[in-house]
């Protein structure tokens, strides 16, 4: 069912379920309205985001395979795998203070097990070969606390290796946030993609099936020639010379100095690519600049790249043409995450998907990829939905209640405990069959006082 609203803003106070709870909640009036005479089924309530489970096109699984030619499956196999593993333990490239500070801490560390007051005791020989030691432990210890980052080259052999691992992974991935975006927005048009760090045109890929018949300029951007010609390849369904069916694409190896705009910018696993902090700014004004409409940010969904993609987020907030969030977040803060020094859990998201199958590898029907996120939009905020809380952890359903953990408009992070007595029946559906990515349909009140005694406790708060 394909269920829009029209919302305006309103007093929250006069529409609050029950002062019982330490949370109220004001429930959209035309969902209340939809629930309540069944036009609407709880699980498809406009803050679901879906899909929840995703499959390559059995074209795309098709190409993948035939593009494997005589290359020995298991090697191909155990190669992808190492290579995801890599991919999910990166760090971004250490930036100078960090080094100087880890230097500052592994010299107090060594001058304490190597005092320095005893070169005074030595002769100029044994003075010498003591600084040498001292020298060499201070680097080994550096060595061990300092995250050895170097670019990943791509040839043709490792552009192979990646489309086989990677590619239905973070197709799953962009299939997902490009489908919210179309959700949140259902007039967007895109007449123009542009994709920095295209990799095998996972991003195409997507944005192509949803705007097919609106996008007339597909522009890809990445510095290895093999990836570009590999994605090519998948486009003509793996045979050379074949047409490709969509129109205008084209390949590029750097950013172009052209100023040409496009009306939908990504830039999806590739910020863990770019060798420092000012380099990725660079790259994220100039997108940013590129952009007339939406730009994506993803990564992998580990506390790095969570990081990254916050980190990216806040900069191009704070650029001069102005623009907002669209999502993840419900607000234009600080990602409540990062604020809190103590929390050290990344802001993430899951997508199941299958995997692509090789030979006779046995693998499961159904992986699932934790991923970061983030869509912007240029100009002002116009989406009256936008302030609806996100779950940001898997909700718990237990007996007569519900528990989410939900990420506010005010930038912050909160737990609510849902059942029907205190919350209404609206809202309590709706909360017991979202899940962790989707949206409530309401706003959350101040915390409450209890203004009237209840016969039972209030169920438990679970981790």
């Known amino acids: 069912m394909n269920f829009s609203l029209n919302f305006t803003t309103r007093n929250l106070v006069p529409r609050l379920h029950r002062f019982t709870s330490k949370i109220a909640v004001d429930v959209e009036p035309a969902v209340v309205s939809a629930l309540e005479h069944a036009t609407l089924k709880p699980r498809k309530h406009p803050g679901v985001v879906r899909p929840n489970h995703v499959e390559l096109p059995k074209q795309l699984n098709d190409t993948l395979k035939r593009i494997v030619g005589d290359h020995p499956v298991k090697k191909l196999i155990h190669d992808g795998q190492q290579l995801n593993a890599y991919i999910k333990s990166r760090h971004p490239p250490p930036t100078l203070e960090e080094i100087e500070n880890k230097k500052r801490i592994v010299i107090e560390e060594v001058n304490t097990k190597m005092p320095l007051d005893r070169l005074a005791t030595l002769d100029e020989d044994e003075a010498e070969r003591w600084r040498r030691k001292r020298e060499l432990e201070i680097n080994k210890r550096l060595g061990q606390r300092i995250y050895a980052w170097k670019r990943i080259e791509y040839g043709a052999y490792e552009s192979l290796v990646y489309a086989i691992a990677r590619g239905a992974q973070e197709y799953a991935v962009l299939k997902r946030v490009l489908t919210e975006l179309a959700q949140r927005d259902e007039q967007f048009r895109p007449r123009s993609f542009f994709d920095f760090g295209s990799g095998i045109g996972t991003g195409m890929w997507v944005a192509s099936e949803l705007w097919r018949e609106h996008i007339f300029e597909y522009y890809n951007v990445d510095r290895s020639r093999e990836m570009n010609e590999i994605s090519e390849l998948i486009l003509r369904d793996g045979h050379e010379n074949k047409q490709i069916a969509l129109r205008n694409v084209f390949y590029r190896q750097f950013l172009p100095a052209i100023e040409t705009n496009y009306d939908l910018v990504i830039i999806s696993h590739t910020l863990f690519e770019l060798e420092n902090k000012e380099q990725r700014e660079d790259v994220l004004r100039n997108l940013w600049r590129k952009c007339d409409g939406y730009l994506v940010i993803v990564e992998e969904g580990t506390r790095r790249g969570s990081e990254l993609v916050n980190e990216a987020r806040q900069f191009l907030l704070e650029q001069e043409q102005e623009g907002h969030t669209v999502a993840p977040c419900p607000h234009d803060l600080v990602c409540p995450r990062l604020r809190d020094l103590a929390d050290r859990t990344p802001c993430n998201f899951p997508i199941s998907y299958a995997p692509l199958r090789l030979g006779s590898d046995f693998l499961a029907d159904r992986h699932t990829s934790l991923y970061s996120y983030a869509i912007l939009k240029k100009g002002s905020q116009s989406d009256s939905s936008s302030s609806w809380p996100r779950i940001v952890r898997p909700t718990l359903v237990r007996s007569k209640h519900a528990i989410c953990r939900l990420c506010t408009e005010k930038g912050t992070l909160q737990e609510v405990i849902f059942t029907k007595s205190k919350h209404g029946k609206s809202a309590y559906s709706c ?27 209030e169920p438990p708060v679970l981790a």
């Open 431 to 457: 909360a017991k069959v979202s899940r962790w990515g989707d949206r409530l349909p309401m706003s959350l009140g101040q915390p409450q006082i209890k203004q009237e005694s209840i016969e039972s406790e």
